[in-house]
């Protein structure tokens, strides 16, 4: 009798080790999964970053060429006006030609 009880306490083991190691094996593959989720984040959020520094540094350069004389370097028509547009009061210097 002692024998049996000992057969069925081995398998009861065996059992209960197989569905351990069938738990074990789901939450390494769901730390996987979640561990390559984070990559791709990680990845997409310094793609998404390098993409605004690029658009910063493009609307940098268009702002320039909208306000600024290409050949002088100098405000041109477009900056003129809107610093003599503006309700601040022009801090720098600056000249101010007419022609008729």
Not at 34 to 52: K, P, R
């Amino acid at each position: 009798m002692s024998e049996t009880y000992f057969e069925y306490a081995d398998e009861t083991v065996t059992a209960a080790e197989q569905y351990s190691e069938k738990i074990a094996a789901r939450i390494r593959l769901t730390e996987i999964i979640s561990a390559l989720d984070i990559l791709l984040l990680i990845f997409l959020i310094v793609q998404q970053q390098i993409q605004h520094i690029q658009a910063v540094r493009e609307n940098h350069i268009l702002s320039k060429k909208a306000y600024l004389d290409v050949h002088t370097g100098l405000p041109n028509k477009s900056r003129c006006e809107d610093l003599l547009n503006s309700s601040g009061f022009i801090t720098e210097r600056c000249v101010l030609l007419c022609s008729t």
